[in-house]
């Protein structure tokens, strides 16, 4: 009995580990398919009422991006893809 417990909790770690490994590999995939408008939606007009893309220049977006990566913890490709579509609105 004494030799089948570690055996028993090796694999439940294992098994666990696997299973956090793959809701983290389906989450990151989710996030790299979306687009600039479902992550500006998701991550900027839920916190506040996001102005147009109109009512900031190409600079200011880009400086207030900059500042909202570390406020909302977004990664450099989730940035990128809301700077691209509040820019190519802006028009």
Same mark, same amino acid.
């Given at each position: ?9 090796? #694999? ?5 580990? @696997?299973? @956090? ?23 900027? %007009? ?9 009512? #900031? ?5 880009? %400086?207030?991006? #900059? ?6 913890? @977004? ?10 579509? @509040? ?5």
């Amino acid at each position: 009995m004494k030799r089948f417990i570690p055996y028993t909790l090796g #694999f439940m770690l294992l098994s666990s580990g @696997l299973l @956090l490994y793959g809701c983290t590999t389906t989450q990151q995939t989710t996030a790299m398919e979306k687009t600039g408008v479902q992550l500006w939606g998701e991550n900027c %007009a839920r916190c506040h009422n996001a102005p147009p893309p109109s009512a #900031f220049s190409d600079a200011e977006w880009e %400086a207030i991006t #900059f500042h909202m990566r570390v406020r909302a913890n @977004l990664t450099e490709e989730e940035v990128q893809k809301i700077k691209e579509f @509040l820019m190519a609105s802006n028009g």
